[in-house]
Each structure stands twice: as C-alpha cells, then as structure tokens.
C-alpha cells in the first residue's frame, strides 16, 4: 500500500471511529503526518546533487530510463516539450508524480545521448530533468526497483524509453 494510501486510511479510520456523542480531539497536522509516516514529493536536492539516470531493461514494457535508485521514470503526454513544460505542478499530482530534479542541471546519464538531457525551470523554481523535452517523473505506487506500475496511468502517463519516447516491448 502506498503512504499516500496508508495516509488517506488513517484520516478515514479516525473520523469513523469515534462514537457521535462523545467528542474526541483534533489531530494536529503533525501528528497524523507522524502516522501516516513520509509521503512523496519532489525528490529532494541537495546543492551540487547530480541527477543520475540509466537504462535499465523492464521485463513489462522493454528498455526504459530509471533514476539512481533503479526506480523507472515517466513522462504525461499532457506536458508540453517545445518548449518543455511540466503541467504536474500541484500538490495533489506532485504527491503521486514526483518530479526528477537536477541542481544546476546537472545529469550523469551514461548509455543515453546527452543531446536529449536537459531541464526545465518549475514554477517553484526548481530544476526537473527532461528528456527528448519531456519533464520526467517517479511514480509513487510503484514499490520496488524496476516496477512500472504508473505506465499506461489514465492513459497519459508512460514509462520512458532511452529515446525519449513511450517504453514499448
């Protein structure tokens, strides 16, 4: 279960849960941040940080891109790439679709042509990598290294092939 997931069922149990005559206290966003443990965000960036990218081979969907954790990477065909421009900028998509950011645009990507690598400036300011112009993402369900459980999402998010295109086998 996703901690966006376990999140939403610990305000949903906690509203449930208390008898309608007895009044019971309000949690303070700490606390149930606290219980719900880490949620997804924008991955962090520290200065200096260099964005790491490879080519990995998903027995799903062939050959994508995965960040430095092995975690495969997406693009939405709602985003712009001329010029490149993320529409995930809410906290409602960022919280599903972290964005891969890159401090001062910088990217190690050996196995990929570095004339597709670059990035595009958010509205926070921050620096999300693209590729081929596409703005490029994690997905939070999927649980481990080589999951590719956001390609196809609502038929406008896919996993990313070495070329910048959407991962077909």
Not at 132 to 143: M, Q
Request: with cysteine; glycine share 8%.
């Amino acid at each position: 279960m996703s901690r966006f997931a376990v999140f939403a069922l610990v305000l949903v149990l906690g509203a449930c849960s208390a008898p309608p005559e007895e009044t019971q206290e309000t949690a303070t966003l700490e606390e149930l941040e606290a219980a719900a443990g880490p949620v997804a965000g924008p991955t962090p960036v520290l200065p200096g940080d260099i964005a790491k990218l490879q080519v990995e081979q998903s027995p799903a969907v062939g050959p994508v891109v995965a960040d430095r954790e092995h975690y495969t990477l997406y693009f939405s065909t709602q985003d712009s790439t001329n010029p490149p421009k993320s529409t995930c900028v809410e906290a409602e998509c960022t919280l599903v679709w972290p964005p891969l950011l890159a401090a001062g645009g910088n990217i190690e990507a050996p196995g990929l042509d570095k004339a597709l690598l670059g990035t595009v400036k958010r509205p926070d300011g921050l620096e999300q990598v693209t590729i081929a112009g596409r703005p490029v993402y994690r997905y939070v369900d999927d649980e481990q290294a080589g999951d590719t459980a956001g390609h196809g999402k609502d038929d406008r998010w896919f996993a990313i092939a070495p070329n910048g295109t959407k991962a077909t086998r």
